[in-house]
Antibody
Framework: QVQLVQSGAEVKKPGSSVKVSCKAS????????ISWVRQAPGQGLEWMGG????????NYAQKFQGRVTITTDESTSTAYMELSSLRSEDTAVYYC??????????????WGQGTLVTVSS | QSVLTQPPSASGTPGQRVTISCSGS????????VNWYQQLPGTAPKLLIY???QRPSGVPDRFSGSKSGTSASLAISGLQSEDEADYYC????????????FGGGTKLTVL
């Protein structure tokens, strides 16, 4: 059974950075893309970017270009999302999700439990 | 403002059939398959429908999906109280080097 376990809640000051981890178990980590999706309080889901561990190249949403860095550590089957220059609007629950599929049919089949990041002075 | 458009709310009584729409464009729904996610209060999203109309193992056949052109729909028949949740559609968008887009979500209330 695949599991994605994320790091705990964080409280950060405006202007600082946060790094959230997502440890995978029960599957072949390197072969599947991992995406990061965030959800602000009372709002919908927003894709931030994704990475395929075996290739190591990340693809970011235009909105977060230059502020987000997604990396992986294949030795520990862990993905990381670092967001810099934090502002209050970045307060949200951040999810990692495994992306699977084939041809033109892709989807997120497993999700982490979410990590609440609160940005407050 | 979400790229995919969903009604903010929907409702029905137990046993009824409800549908939730999702409207997009040629670069997302028009070119790629649609997925639906269910998010119960305080929990992570869960895959409900993938590839327009496929159900993952364990999802009841009360849930069904369809797609036509640049729109998609999620139908829930035999509505149950435990179906009360937020529902999101999602699709890959081929513009801007490719990225995932979501609908704004539909809050389903079981009356």
């Amino acid at each position: 059974q695949v599991q994605l376990v994320q790091s705990g809640a964080e409280v950060k000051k405006p202007g600082s950075s946060v790094k959230v981890s997502c440890k995978a178990s029960g599957g072949t980590f390197s072969s599947y893309a991992i995406s990061w999706v965030r959800q602000a309080p009372g709002q919908g889901l927003e894709w931030m970017g994704g990475i395929i561990p075996i290739f190591g190249t990340a693809n970011y949403a235009q909105k977060f270009q230059g502020r987000v860095t997604i990396t992986t550590d294949e030795s520990t089957s862990t993905a990381y999302m670092e967001l810099s220059s934090l502002r209050s609007e970045d307060t949200a629950v951040y999810y990692c999700a495994r992306e699977v599929g084939h041809s033109s049919s892709w989807y997120f089949d497993y999700w982490g439990q979410g990590t609440l990041v609160t940005v407050s002075s | 403002q979400s790229v995919l458009t969903q009604p903010p709310s929907a409702s029905g009584t137990p046993g009824q059939r409800v549908t939730i729409s999702c409207s997009g464009s040629s670069s997302n729904i028009g070119s790629n398959t649609v997925n639906w996610y269910q998010q119960l209060p305080g929990t992570a999203p869960k895959l409900l429908i993938y590839s327009n109309n496929q159900r993952p193992s364990g999802v009841p056949d009360r849930f069904s999906g369809s797609k036509s052109g640049t729109s998609a729909s999620l139908a829930i028949s035999g509505l149950q109280s435990e179906d009360e949740a937020d529902y999101y559609c999602a699709a890959w968008d081929d513009s801007l080097n490719g990225h995932w887009v979501f609908g704004g979500g539909t809050k389903l209330t079981v009356l």
